[in-house]
């Protein structure tokens, strides 16, 4: 009985220390927010909105904002245009590598932004393989020495054409195949993975995927890699730890990165390869 009440004396002892504390996020009034992947060989989509107090979930379209897009300095036209309900401003042309993009859009009653980024190289893939029955996607990255950035990911192709994702396969990297991504390894299984050459810089190393489905004989499935810049790489990296951490309140609020001068968003550089494999 005494050990009854001493449950029922600590519960009311925590439920009255318990205290409702709203915090305020500073804000500095409403910004252009500029969101834009630049990929090679792939036309400019670039979204334009303008941010809102915390807690705001609808940032507004701007439409009639003016943007001013340049690779290498030479001026590429857009065009608004409204895709799936929502509008964007469309490159005329695709974008071309060895480009330095660079972004400036202004409207009235706000600051006129700017956003610069290169394209980075390709990532350099071979050898995919998945076995009928098995859980396990295996291939080879060739590392060129230098710097560089990756995001994985995973999808289920269409039964009727193998380059057409039909879904996204969720993976967890298999540490016992190789120690380079240790860092990353993960109980969890993921729809994608940001991971850096920290490890294998200048080196051809081979990377298993563990999935969390059981490889099915004849399907297909689609490996993508993309290389990014480092903005692209701070800008998701920080990205995902924002998301990881929302609404826990025992840890601080993390700002997403920018490289949008007076602004918020992102112009990256990315550069993504496929490899299409028929599971055997």
């Given at each position: 009985?005494?050990?009854?009440r001493?449950?029922?004396?600590?519960?009311?002892?925590?439920?009255?220390?318990?205290?409702?504390?709203?915090?305020?996020?500073?804000?500095?009034?409403?910004?252009?927010?500029?969101?834009?992947?630049?990929?090679?060989?792939?036309?400019?989509?670039?979204?334009?909105?303008?941010?809102?107090?915390?807690?705001?979930?609808?940032f507004?379209?701007?439409?009639?904002?003016?943007?001013?897009?340049?690779?290498?300095?030479?001026?590429?036209?857009?065009?608004?245009?409204?895709?799936?309900?929502?509008?964007?401003f469309?490159?005329?042309?695709?974008?071309?590598?060895?480009?330095?993009?660079?972004?400036?859009?202004?409207?009235?009653?706000?600051?006129?932004?700017s956003?610069?980024?290169?394209?980075p190289?390709?990532?350099?893939?071979?050898?995919?393989?998945?076995?009928?029955?098995?859980?396990?996607?295996?291939?080879?990255?060739?590392?060129?020495?230098?710097?560089?950035?990756?995001?994985?990911?995973?999808?289920?192709?269409?039964?009727d054409?193998?380059?057409?994702?039909?879904?996204?396969?969720?993976?967890?990297?298999?540490?016992?195949?190789?120690?380079?991504?240790?860092?990353?390894?993960?109980?969890?299984?993921?729809?994608?993975?940001?991971?850096?050459?920290?490890?294998?810089?200048?080196?051809?190393?081979?990377?298993?995927?563990?999935?969390?489905?059981?490889?099915?004989?004849?399907?297909?499935?689609?490996?993508?890699?993309?290389?990014?810049?480092?903005?692209?790489?701070?800008?998701?990296?920080?990205?995902?730890?924002q998301?990881?951490?929302?609404?826990?309140?025992?840890?601080?609020?993390?700002r997403?990165?920018?490289n949008?001068?007076?602004?918020?968003?992102?112009?990256?550089?990315?550069?993504?390869?496929?490899l299409?494999?028929?599971?055997?």
């Amino acid at each position: 009985m005494r050990k009854i009440r001493w449950i029922i004396g600590s519960l009311l002892i925590l439920t009255a220390c318990e205290k409702k504390v709203d915090i305020t996020v500073p804000y500095s009034g409403d910004k252009i927010v500029v969101n834009s992947f630049v990929q090679p060989d792939s036309t400019v989509y670039i979204r334009v909105t303008r941010s809102q107090p915390p807690g705001s979930n609808a940032f507004p379209e701007v439409p009639d904002a003016t943007v001013s897009l340049t690779a290498s300095g030479i001026p590429v036209q857009t065009q608004w245009q409204v895709i799936g309900g929502r509008g964007y401003f469309v490159s005329r042309t695709p974008a071309a590598k060895g480009m330095m993009y660079r972004i400036q859009v202004s409207a009235a009653g706000l600051d006129t932004v700017s956003a610069s980024d290169t394209l980075p190289r390709a990532p350099l893939l071979k050898e995919a393989f998945a076995q009928a029955g098995g859980n396990r996607v295996k291939f080879v990255l060739k590392d060129l020495p230098g710097k560089d950035f990756y995001r994985f990911r995973l999808y289920a192709a269409a039964p009727d054409n193998k380059e057409l994702p039909l879904r996204r396969e969720l993976f967890r990297f298999d540490p016992s195949y190789n120690n380079s991504f240790t860092d990353v390894a993960t109980e969890n299984f993921l729809e994608t993975a940001l991971v850096s050459d920290e490890r294998f810089d200048g080196r051809e190393i081979t990377i298993v995927m563990q999935t969390q489905d059981v490889n099915m004989k004849d399907e297909h499935l689609i490996l993508e890699v993309t290389s990014l810049t480092n903005a692209s790489w701070q800008y998701l990296k920080t990205l995902e730890l924002q998301t990881a951490n929302k609404g826990n309140a025992l840890v601080d609020l993390s700002r997403v990165y920018t490289n949008v001068v007076k602004g918020y968003g992102i112009l990256g550089g990315v550069n993504a390869a496929n490899l299409y494999i028929q599971i055997k």
